[in-house]
């Protein structure tokens, strides 16, 4: 028997599956997806992460029975399952999608690599996304994901040949045995491409005209966001499929008749234009932990080094994770990311701002931490814009936030505040962003008390962000701190800050993308904010 394997991992769909359908293109294959119990016992996996691959999976195995294959879901570690189904039957190639994954992953691929070539079996590997694999510099890079957006997108193979092998196959493990002991985010986004094409539908055709203007406010982001993300982290859509209806739709709206038609046409377009650029940018991290995976442990400009790892303090990280910093913005966003795994992009930035200046806490532990939370946690995104937020990069200036600011710019009424904060329905709005100024008189009248139902705020926040600043400007004011700057804008820098070209095909060429900076504007690359929401 002469076929070949495809191994799914993040990519869980048929429709523009480049491994699939080369695969398909000579000869009979096996699909084969593995549970690693390893993978799920690393510290950014969570029952969430889980629960979502298990629905994407139910979609693919439906889809694969629809063309009359058959999804092989394995429980083990990848090296042990393809040894063994070698011995079985012998295959002659592995095709696979290239991944920008965890350390683990990493390290998990380069053995698979080896194995392959002790095996003398091919190993081929293709783009995801518009990251490139052994780049050499950042020059082109823009060019580079125009071209593999305008692809066109791959068709499931109208001719699929596949091996009617009995293998070992068994129900994937419980999220329980897999020591997964969390709970699953109640009112996590369901995933599978099914629901991803839902998802996708409705922001095109609705949702796209409150894009701009309604993607900062926690209120209104969760309609306003397209949410795409977890089923582009996911694979369950494609990126270039996505990029391809985008620019369709855009074309439609730029018709005469549907403008005349449609009240929202031009918002529409405006907020769709906004879309392409986020794509572009969602690329453009990732690709900096392909060049250098180490920046998911390790400052990304050296000379950051010991800044903050030598003052943990435990009480702040509690305080922070539970939801008890007493600043009410910052303890309504961890209570909706607790039960829905997902918040906007600039709440998410404002989580690290507060984190990293007023708390002091070093971004490793913060971010693996938020890694679990986010239903949507792309490790290429989530690094690089960790060390962003965290002042590490040396190529930004750092943002800092205020909560009390963005309580009154996004929340002015306290909606968002009383909504997940049920304790503050009983506070006054004089005090509602800043409790811990009430009376006792005004506590006593309100039946609550500071320190229990509502906490204090665990820093004097002026005073801590204040002394956080000093720290960090005395670090980047080092001579040899600023003279090595250029290595890292070198790796990392974009070139180019305009959008895809294929927006251009729909007419349209997006600005460069508006800060969203409260206190300043990077003195390098003009990027949107921590977490790519969309």
């Known amino acids: ?294 920046i998911e442990y390790q400052n990304m400009h050296r000379g950051y080094d010991g800044l903050r790892e030598q003052d943990w303090n435990e009480a702040h990280f509690q305080a922070f994770i539970q939801g008890r910093t007493g600043w009410p913005m910052v303890d309504a966003c961890i209570a909706m990311l607790r039960e829905t795994g997902w918040i906007n992009f600039r709440m998410r930035a404002m989580l690290v701002s507060v984190a990293s200046y007023p708390l002091w806490l070093d971004w490793r532990r913060v971010g693996t931490w938020l890694a679990s939370q986010f239903i949507d946690y792309e490790p290429g995104i989530h690094w690089s814009q960790m060390q962003m937020q965290a002042g590490t990069t040396g190529i930004n200036v750092p943002r800092v936030y205020n909560p009390i600011k963005q309580a009154h710019d996004h929340d002015p009424k306290g909606i968002f505040v009383r909504r997940w904060l049920p304790a503050m329905r009983k506070v006054p709005d004089l005090f509602l962003f800043e409790p811990w100024t009430m009376p006792a008189d005004v506590q006593a009248a309100c039946g609550i008390q500071l320190g229990r139902e509502i906490p204090i705020p665990v820093v004097d926040l002026d005073v801590a962000t204040r002394e956080a600043k000093a720290k960090l400007f005395a670090v980047r004011g080092q001579a040899e701190v600023r003279a090595a700057k250029s290595a890292v804008v070198k790796k990392h820098g974009s070139r180019n800050t305009r959008s895809a070209g294929s927006t251009k095909r729909a007419g349209n060429s997006t600005k460069r993308v508006k800060q969203q900076d409260t206190r300043a504007t990077s003195d390098i690359e003009q990027v949107p904010q921590l977490g790519f929401d969309f």
């Open 1 to 294: 028997m002469s076929y070949s394997v495809v191994w799914f991992k993040r990519d869980l769909r048929l429709h523009d599956h480049a491994a699939l359908f080369e695969a398909a293109s000579r000869g009979p294959i096996l699909c084969l997806y593995d549970v690693e119990p390893a993978l799920w016992r690393q510290a950014d996996a969570a029952r969430q992460h889980f629960e979502f691959i298990l629905e994407s999976l139910r979609d693919l195995y439906v889809e694969l029975k629809q063309h009359g294959g058959r999804l092989h879901v394995v429980t083990g570690d990848i090296l042990e399952v393809l040894q063994a189904l070698h011995e079985r039957a012998p295959f002659h190639s592995l095709y696979a999608h290239e991944e920008t994954g965890n350390a683990w992953t990493y390290q998990r691929d380069l053995a698979v690599g080896r194995w392959c070539r002790t095996q003398q079996i091919n190993w081929l590997e293709f783009r995801q996304f518009g990251v490139v694999r052994r780049l050499a510099d950042r020059d082109h890079w823009k060019a580079s994901w125009d071209a593999h957006v305008e692809q066109n997108c791959l068709p499931v193979p109208a001719q699929l040949q596949f091996v009617d092998m009995p293998w070992q196959d068994t129900l994937p493990p419980s999220a329980d045995r897999l020591h997964l002991h969390q709970a699953d985010t109640p009112r996590r986004q369901r995933g599978g491409r099914q629901a991803g094409l839902a998802v996708l539908s409705s922001f095109l055709l609705e949702r796209s005209a409150y894009y701009r203007g309604g993607i900062s406010s926690p209120l209104s982001a969760p309609d306003a966001c397209s949410r795409l993300s977890p089923y582009l982290t996911f694979g369950c859509l494609s990126l270039r499929e996505v990029v391809h209806a985008t620019v369709q739709r855009m074309e439609q709206l730029h018709e005469d008749a549907v403008m005349s038609q449609h009240p929202s046409a031009a918002r529409m377009k405006q907020g769709l234009n906004a879309f392409i650029s986020r794509l572009y940018w969602h690329c453009h991290f990732i690709q900096k932990l392909e060049s250098e995976p180490e």
